[in-house]
């Protein structure tokens, strides 16, 4: 519960604290994960935060549509970052570590970064309260 507690109040604390500074055009991108959607039992705490922080980005995107103002989310998938070799992953999965998505390997974190970019610019105008996942097809 400490998971969800903190990941879910960060998300509060730091919208309201920049809210009052943002205009119509402004761009709001939460990050979920894959777990939201397809939860690992391992995972209960993480799955169940990521899926409040989907609830929260359709919720806020309603709120802030009137002032012209997306939010959206991003759900990566199995994505090599630090966290996998330091503790993310149990030692004995790392091999195999993505290789059960449809394109039979983990994403890079390249390879997310552009959606967060795309979410930001003029080209996702017409794009809020969405999660686009970043998943290699699973």
Sequence with gaps: ?????????REFKRHSR?????????SIITTSSIEAFSPNAHLLDYAATKSAIVG??????KQLAPKG???NS??????????QISGGQFPEKIPEFGKST???????PVEVAPVYVFLASDEASFITGQTIGVTGGK
């Design 74 to 83: 991003v759900a990566p998938g199995p994505v090599w970052t630090a966290l």
């Design 102 to 108: 449809p394109l039979g390997r983990a994403g890079q």
């Design 18 to 26: 920049i809210l009052p500074h943002l205009a119509e055009g402004a």
């Design 69 to 71: 103002i997306r939010v």
């Design 1 to 9: 519960l400490y998971c969800i507690r903190e990941e879910i109040g």
């Design 56 to 61: 929260f980005t359709k919720a806020l995107a």
